[in-house]
T-cell receptor
């Protein structure tokens, strides 16, 4: 089975711009979660989508949003970028079948805001 | 609410020595516990998990961890370190059914393996 894929892998944006990141989960996985990883704050949960609905949300400002499509692929959008948004953004997918709870991570998108 | 504390942001061992990475958790519901490894410029790879049942769990690459409820711990061990084990390791907790797939991570432990 193919793993979780994320595109693009690297991105450079300017303050004030917006960005969209994409994630394709493992085939059959219905849940997609997004995490932000920075040296200062570590790994922080952004949000989770299940069956096209946001099921869980972390403590991030409204500039961070996401969505999930009917094929379980997910996108994450950040508007009005700030320097502090520079981070590795990781997507994870899981079966979410109340039997197995592990999440499988993609390679991440490295976002640099200048 | 859930939290994870990893004791020691940096651990250094010699090749062939025991690896012990410490993790303590706090959870208001029965925890589901995970260890992940991250190599430079890569995502996270699942090493092992504890959900229910046997408290000693075995994972990939020779790693294992023991869930100790009384000590709220889930320490990761490997009997003999290999150079390829050098990476950053993250302990994580979720509430299973009560919190969906949301993971709360510790701050990570950077493992260095010396020849």
């Amino acid at each position: 089975k193919a793993g979780v894929t994320q595109t693009p892998r690297y991105l450079i944006k300017t303050r004030g711009q917006q960005v969209t990141l994409s994630c394709s989960p493992i085939s059959g996985h219905r849940s997609v979660s997004w995490y932000q990883q920075t040296p200062g704050q570590g790994l922080q949960f952004l949000f989770e989508y299940f069956s096209e609905t946001q099921r869980n949300k972390g403590n991030f400002p409204g500039r961070f949003s996401g969505r999930q499509f009917s094929n379980s692929r997910s996108e994450m959008n950040v508007s009005t970028l700030e320097l502090g948004d520079s981070a590795l953004y990781l997507c994870a997918s899981s079966l979410s079948d109340f039997v197995s709870y592990e999440q499988y991570f993609g390679p991440g998108t490295r976002l640099t805001v200048t | 609410a859930q939290s994870v504390t990893q004791l020691g942001s940096h651990v250094s061992v010699s090749e062939g020595a025991l690896v012990l990475l410490r993790c303590n958790y706090s959870s208001s519901v029965p925890p589901y516990l995970f260890w992940y490894v991250q190599y430079p410029n890569q995502g996270l790879q699942l090493l092992l998990k504890y959900t229910t049942g046997a408290t000693l769990v075995k994972g990939i690459n020779g790693f294992e961890a023991e869930f100790k409820k009384s000590e709220t711990s889930f320490h990761l061990t490997k009997p003999s370190a290999h150079m390829s084990d050098a990476a950053e390791y993250f302990c994580a907790v979720s509430g299973g059914e009560t919190s969906g797939s949301r993971l709360t991570f510790g701050e990570g432990t950077q493992l260095t393996v010396n020849p």
